[in-house]
């Protein structure tokens, strides 16, 4: 297994988002809900890999 395959990523769920965006007084979609999700999870991997150099 090459170093690339060894590395795991977390990812957050779409009610992680959601009940972050509840707990400020916001009510978002299921839609806005997985974008964000998915945007946060690359921005933290981005973080890691700068972070990491």
């Known amino acids: 297994m090459s170093h690339m395959e060894d590395r795991r990523y ?4 779409q009610d992680s988002v ?3 965006a509840e707990s400020v ?3 978002i979609s299921d ?3 997985a974008l964000l999700a998915e945007d ?3 921005r933290l991997r981005e973080i ?3 972070g990491a150099l």
């Open 48 to 50: 890691t890999q700068v």
């Open 18 to 20: 959601r009940l972050s």
């Open 31 to 33: 839609e806005v809900a």
């Open 25 to 27: 007084g916001l009510e």
């Open 40 to 42: 946060v999870c690359y």
């Open 10 to 13: 977390v990812e957050l769920c």
